[in-house]
């Protein structure tokens, strides 16, 4: 019934093995490919025909976490998998973005990749194995699709590269200082297509060699992949890439003198008005047959292209007039927002994000449900990019792959530089609203996070700018890399090269290319030149703020104190009746987790003073020959029982009352009166022993033994 062909190899540690033929048969490609325990299925569908009018490629990626891959039921109300997680958006990201380029040019055929998570052993993180899983589905499908794609995750411990980390490594790699990168590489076997990244300050030489290192390990999978296809691929999809040369040289005698006119402007606004304003005259030239050629707007968008790349590589001249190297002015402020915890405008060029930081206390943490369990995060970006940014109108919902993305790319830069939150037991949230883009507005709420940080308070361990790089590659193998790209040079160029770091290191790396023929030469580079970049950002910066300013009145304040584990109970009270009580007496919130570390927060530095003296008192243990002040909560024969020290009573003994003889405390004390005691020690049992008579119970002062003697004597 099934016609089964299987592959494996041994890949790192682990085995890696491909299979098709046995599940989903109607997708045109198939693959279920396995490393260790973990497994993925990838499903690859597409058109086989274009629908009429199609302008542009329409490729669909959706990967997928089923949470009982994991032995695990979803939480909320439903516990159904509903909408995708922020993680699931950004590995379809990562899977779209290296096979998007390798499609044969001109075809618009519809095509869907789903990427299902069906076991995961919460070692082996199946996004790097639904990379493969899509790449081998792709091949064997007979899609046009000009790959395959291999793909690898590289760390970086004790100076050595490491393949394929454990996802533990990965998830919070914060936590683990040893581990000082997180890397994905992908691509072909000749180039790397894809890069992600977040690290701990690393230079330019060691991020190059762990992509050099990546894409070297991958080339087994490729080889795989390969020899797995040779057994199980279609038949090519009969297409032929369209041929437009003739409609092109009418389209550039046409409208070139134009076109080239308008990409001398220096304004965008007035700039992408020219541009339209020559493709219209373009059309109004042609004949009718002409017009009604589907190669139209690709033939125009080559004439744009042909203008913008060639003025680059052979004058060095921009659109903007820079050259390649230089970043666009930049102009800083800080605190432009009167009663937000931090705030920054950060501008460069024609783009612009007002980047905003809130503090807030471990009850602000976000709880996040992901196949290897629960954790908390205690760092939140979010990055808006609404339609007015580029002076469109356009519909605003919920937050798209590209705003994921990109406030996903600026976490990973920031985090790096965040104090422990054992140092600063804050939540942060950063919210960048794009208010205009020309460029690289990720980078832009990089700056800008890292200046409002600044702004609020955070001690950051060093500043983070970042730079979006360009490039330019002709056939002739000359180029030209771009420093600081503007939207136009990103969507015509060759190459979208994002860095971000401190003076010190790289902490967030993302590549794009759009060619199969980027060296590393070309890296290195890339990499110098975006390092010359980002220290210029720094020095603006550091012009207006470059270290942590005062609080804002308005943020919380936290007080963060550590109690013994066994002590946890006492704290929290039978059904939370102690700690409500502390937050209602204070007015503080108080957050307590497991290790014993209890975070008090408030407004009011008295409501924090009390919380926590009424934890003190629940688990500090008295010191013997202290002095305390208690109250009389029991008259017996032998003595009193004084409640001194939160809930511990001791006994002061009917001889230790005064100096003189007693028959009954109650010649002195009756109950609920306010006495001043000292701690003796301890009996046998561990029972307290108190006294009163080497105390003024005026002034709390410790009575010497000779004046002892002579209130005895008289």
């Not at 903007?320 to 190297?325: C, E």
């Not at 109250?631 to 003189?660: C, M, P, T």
């Not at 006495?675 to 410790?702: I, Y």
Request: charged residues 25%.
């Amino acid at each position: 019934m099934f016609n089964v062909t299987k592959k494996s190899i041994q890949w790192g540690n682990e085995t890696l093995t491909l299979e098709t033929g046995k599940v989903a048969r109607q997708a045109d490609g198939s693959v279920v490919a396995t490393l260790g325990e973990t497994q993925v299925m990838a499903n690859v569908t597409f058109a086989k025909a274009p629908k009429p009018g199609q302008d542009f490629f329409p490729l669909t990626v959706h990967y997928q976490e089923k949470y009982y891959a994991a032995g695990k039921i979803p939480g909320g109300f439903f516990k159904r998998e509903a909408r995708p997680s922020e993680k699931e958006t950004l590995v379809s990201r990562l899977i779209d973005r290296p096979c998007r380029p390798l499609f044969v040019p001109g075809f618009k055929n519809e095509v869907l990749v789903m990427a299902t998570v069906l076991s995961c052993d919460l070692h082996n993180d199946p996004d790097i194995v639904a990379m493969i899983a899509a790449s081998a589905a792709l091949t064997i499908s007979g899609v046009p699709f000009m790959g395959p794609i291999g793909a690898a995750r590289v760390g970086f411990v004790d100076g050595q590269y490491v393949l394929n980390p454990p996802m533990d490594d990965m998830t919070q790699l914060r936590s683990k200082p040893d581990q000082r990168l997180d890397l994905v590489v992908a691509g072909t076997k000749d180039a790397v297509m894809m890069v992600e990244s977040e690290a701990y300050e690393l230079t330019e030489e060691e991020m190059l060699g762990a992509v050099v290192f990546g894409h070297e390990q991958m080339q087994p999978v490729i080889d795989l992949i390969i020899d797995f296809a040779e057994e199980t691929a279609k038949e090519p999809f009969d297409f032929t890439p369209p041929d437009y040369a003739d409609l092109y040289a009418k389209v550039k005698a046409a409208g070139e003198a134009q076109m080239r006119a308008a990409f001398a402007l220096r304004n965008k606004q007035e700039r992408t008005a020219a541009i339209d304003a020559a493709a219209e005259a373009i059309v109004a030239a042609l004949s009718d047959e002409d017009k009604a050629d589907a190669n139209l707007g690709p033939a125009i968008k080559k004439l744009e292209s042909s203008i913008l790349r060639g003025d680059v590589v052979r004058n060095g001249t921009r659109i903007d007039g820079r050259d390649t190297k230089t970043v666009r002015p930049i102009v800083v402020e800080t605190g432009v927002l009167p009663r937000t915890h931090g705030s920054a405008l950060f501008t460069r060029g024609e783009t612009q994000s007002i980047c905003v930081t809130t503090l807030g206390t471990g009850e602000d943490e976000q709880i996040i449900d992901a196949l290897n369990g629960n954790f908390r995060s205690n760092f939140l970006l979010h990055y808006n990019f609404p339609p007015y940014s580029v002076g469109e109108v356009g519909r605003v919902g919920s937050p798209g792959r590209r705003e994921i993305g990109h406030g996903k790319l600026a976490w990973r830069a920031l985090q790096a530089v965040l104090p422990a939150p054992t140092d600063f037991p804050y939540t942060v949230r950063i919210v960048s609203e794009i208010t205009e883009s020309n460029g690289s507005s990720s980078m832009a709420t990089v700056c800008g996070g890292s200046l409002s940080m600044l702004d609020a308070g955070v001690p950051l361990k060093a500043p983070v700018a970042g730079v979006a790089m360009g490039l330019i590659l002709e056939d002739d193998g000359s180029y030209a890399v771009l420093t600081d790209i503007l939207g136009d040079e990103d969507h015509l160029g060759d190459m979208d090269f994002k860095v971000a770091g401190t003076a010190e290191g790289i902490t967030s790396l993302q590549m794009d290319i759009k060619v199969a023929g980027i060296t590393p030469a070309i890296m290195k580079q890339a990499l110098a030149q975006a390092r010359d970049g980002r220290l210029h950002i720094l020095g603006e910066m550091a012009k207006t703020i470059s270290a942590p300013q005062g609080f804002s009145a308005y943020a919380p304040k936290i007080e963060t104190l550590t109690i013994p584990t066994d002590k946890i109970r006492e704290v929290i009270g039978s059904g939370g009746k102690v700690i409500r009580e502390i937050v209602e007496v204070s007015g503080a919130k108080v957050d307590i987790n497991d290790d014993g570390v209890i975070k008090i927060a408030s407004s009011d530095a008295a409501a924090i003073k009390k919380a926590h003296d009424m934890i003190w008192s629940i688990v500090a243990e008295p010191e013997e020959g202290q002095i305390y002040t208690g109250k009389v909560v029991k008259l017996v024969d032998f003595g009193a029982f004084v409640n001194f020290f939160g809930k511990r009573d001791g006994l002061v003994h009917v001889s230790q009352i005064a100096n003189k003889r007693l028959n009954h405390p109650n010649e002195i004390l009756k109950e609920g009166q306010e006495v001043k005691v000292k701690l003796l020690g301890f009996d046998d049992r561990g029972k307290v022993r108190l006294g009163m008579k080497m105390v003024d119970q005026e002034t709390g002062a410790e009575i010497s033994p000779e004046k002892q003697k002579e209130e005895a004597e008289g």
